[in-house]
Nanobody, 123 residues
Framework: QVQLVESGGDLVQAGGSLRLSCAAS????????IGWYRQGPGKQRELVAV???????NYGDSVKGRFTISRDNAKNTVYLQMSSLKPEDTAVYSC?????????????????WGQGTQVTVSS
């Protein structure tokens, strides 16, 4: 089993920055690929960013150029650095893990999910 715990969510003003963390524990060998997803009020869940164990990355179109995903394999932690935040970035951000070692963009394929952390961007 894998446990994922997100942290770093907060209330921030538009234009500000936040860094989210996703800490994995348990059978971390099953966390080859980590994805960040978000779901805003009244919106469908959408892919934010994904990273493989080797560092390959992919981003959702709405965050390209503003968000950066990275990981520290020694700490079993993935980070999401968010900059130039907009009110439309307001959402619950969740991380997910897959044993598959490629850029998984389909949420249905992920094996483990965290509980999520709230990010609220005020205008």
């Amino acid at each position: 089993q894998v446990q994922l715990v997100e942290s770093g969510g907060d209330l921030v003003q538009a234009g500000g920055s936040l860094r989210l963390s996703c800490a994995a524990s348990g059978s971390t060998f099953r966390t080859n690929t980590i994805g960040w997803y978000r779901q805003g009020p009244g919106k469908q869940r959408e892919l934010v960013a994904v990273i493989t164990r080797g560092g390959l990355t992919n981003y959702g179109d709405s965050v390209k150029g503003r968000f950066t995903i990275s990981r520290d394999n020694a700490k079993n932690t993935v980070y999401l650095q968010m900059s130039s935040l907009k009110p439309e970035d307001t959402a619950v951000y969740s991380c997910a893990a897959s044993w598959r070692n490629y850029l998984v963009t389909n949420a249905e394929i992920y094996d483990y999910w965290g509980q999520g952390t709230q990010v609220t961007v005020s205008s």
